[in-house]
């Protein structure tokens, strides 16, 4: 089925560990965003790419990285995690601003 | 983009209308009214948007005022699987964020 594929779904990790949180479109979308959801709490945008080449940063960019490998894939680095980054982590694409969004199912990850 | 505030929980009981509002008095002009919903920590998903004119989908209708400042999401027959958190958004055409708040939690009762 289309949509967005996040990889892995689960994943737990030790303070100071690293780790990639994979993001991958099949519908040709321009632009694809990550976003990171706590407890009880409404989304907040991490990064996002507008297109392929290009990443910007959103409302908590602090102790992630991204990249946009290709027009598929945008991928989301923790260099070295922290308990404050336990959450759970959407990854979504869309064509044009002008239409809505689809999100992936989400990573949960719990950094102890 | 312009804020939104809506109530935090709603009930509603199954087979009846749903009628979700959302308060928005300092949008502008070229900004649109986006809702989305999130069942049970699941991804958001798309529900409908507008910008004054009202719309309806296979899923729910958008009444936009004639003021712009407030709309309403109608669900018209809503069933046990409705219950979600559904979120309110404004956006400026062209902008790449979309900003969610806090949403209201809508809860269909049997």
């Known amino acids: 089925n289309a949509g967005v594929t996040q990889t892995p779904k689960f994943q737990v990790l030790k303070t100071g560990q690293s780790m990639t949180l994979q993001c991958a479109q099949d519908?040709?979308?321009?632009?694809m965003y990550w976003y990171r959801q706590d407890p009880g709490m409404g989304l907040r945008l991490i990064y996002y790419?507008?297109?392929?080449?290009?990443?910007d940063k959103g409302e908590v960019p602090n102790g992630y990285n991204v990249s946009r490998l290709n027009k598929r894939e945008f991928s989301l680095r923790l260099e070295s995690a922290a308990p404050s980054q336990t959450s759970v982590y959407f990854c979504?694409?869309?064509?044009?601003?002008?239409?809505?969004?689809?999100f992936g199912s989400g990573t949960r990850l719990t950094v102890v | 983009d312009a804020k939104t505030t809506q109530p935090p929980s709603m009930d509603c009981a199954e087979g009846r209308a749903a009628n979700l509002p959302c308060n928005h008095s300092?949008?502008?002009?070229?900004?649109?009214v986006y809702w989305y919903r999130q069942i049970h920590s699941q991804g958001p998903q798309y529900i409908i948007h507008?910008?004054?004119n009202n719309e309806t989908n296979e899923m729910a209708s958008l009444i936009i005022t004639e003021d712009r400042k407030s709309s309403t999401l109608i669900l018209p027959h809503a069933t046990l699987r409705d219950t979600a958190v559904y979120y309110c958004?404004?956006?400026?055409?062209?902008?790449?964020?979309?900003?969610f708040g806090q949403g209201t939690r809508l809860t269909i009762n049997p």
């Open positions: 790419s507008a297109s392929e080449g290009t990443t």
């Open positions: 507008g910008l004054k």
């Open positions: 300092t949008i502008s002009g070229n900004e649109y």
């Open positions: 979504a694409s869309s064509e044009q601003d002008y239409y809505g969004y689809t």
């Open positions: 958004i404004v956006r400026l055409q062209g902008a790449q964020k979309l900003v």
């Open positions: 519908m040709n979308h321009n632009s």
